[in-house]
């Protein structure tokens, strides 16, 4: 199984990282995709991607967008990133009407939102799109814009099963999270029964939101195995085939080849 969208650039893990992914390797985890959060934090994911089975996306996340922002510039330094070839995707991108109070920094959110979906389509890279309660503007605006042919994800998605529907449409997919885990996972669950296997993935958002079952802070792409269990007793299906689709839908969508987490290079002779 593959964790699709991990914050493992932040601080959180600048103490243990090596230890976090052999954590997660011993369980079965064969890779993860570091979601970028700005262009601060980029350096470190892209220094942490150099390893196998760890790969970066470059955006602006919402969160990070704020009043005065120069979109031009930040957006720049998102094209620059996308030569590097540890950088697979455009994200997170996205509207968040949670942390967006007042309309000025909405138009902002969508400003950049805009600019970064662009960027996606004029070069045709797959998108990592954060929505939270904003999912009829988001679908608004792709609908008028458009999709890049390299589709994309919704992460962590949180809207509701008929909107899952739309995005479906549109030629996105759709990633599920630690929410699944929860007692209370009943909208999630309809989204994922309604979902083809072919356009699910599975993620952690670590450092947030750990599995409900354990009593702990800080999440990790160790406990992808609780997203794929509940995924399984939802579908009715084995843990095996839930890992098995959703990594082959993460690796064709990103692009990813077959490098796994923990593979050593074996030093070539020439004898
Ligand atoms: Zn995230």
Not at 94 to 123: H, M, N, P, T, Y
Not at 251 to 266: H, I, K, M, Q
């Amino acid at each position: 199984m593959l964790d699709a969208h991990a914050h493992l650039q932040f601080s959180e893990f600048d103490e243990d990282i090596a230890d976090v992914l052999v954590a997660a390797a011993d369980v079965g985890v064969t890779g993860v995709i570091i979601a970028d959060y700005d262009s601060a934090l980029r350096a470190r994911s892209c220094e942490i991607s150099k390893r196998s089975g760890v790969w970066y996306c470059a955006g602006v996340h919402p969160w990070a967008v704020t009043d005065g922002l120069d979109v031009e510039a930040e957006v720049g330094l998102v094209a620059e990133s996308l030569q590097d070839p540890n950088c697979v995707a455009i994200g997170e991108l996205g509207l968040d009407w949670i942390r967006a109070k007042g309309d000025r920094l909405k138009g902002v959110q969508e400003d950049v939102f805009r600019a970064l979906l662009d960027l996606a389509r004029s070069q045709n890279r797959p998108i990592v799109i954060h929505c939270v309660k904003a999912e009829e503007r988001l679908l608004a605006i792709l609908k008028a814009d458009g999709v890049p042919e390299a589709g994309g994800i919704m992460h962590s998605y949180s809207g509701s099963a008929e909107q899952a529907q739309q995005f479906l449409r549109l030629g996105l997919e759709i990633s599920i999270g630690t929410s699944i885990t929860r007692r209370n996972a009943r909208r999630v669950l309809e989204v994922v029964k309604r979902t083809p296997m072919t356009a699910l993935h599975i993620e952690t958002d670590s450092p947030d939101r750990p599995p409900e079952v354990l009593d702990i802070e800080r999440n990790e792409p160790a406990f992808l195995p609780y997203v794929a269990k509940a995924m399984a007793n939802t579908l009715e299906i084995s843990v095996e085939k839930v890992s098995r689709f959703s990594e082959e839908n993460t690796r064709r969508l990103f692009d990813l080849g077959s490098a796994t987490l923990g593979e050593v290079e074996v030093p070539h002779h020439d004898d």
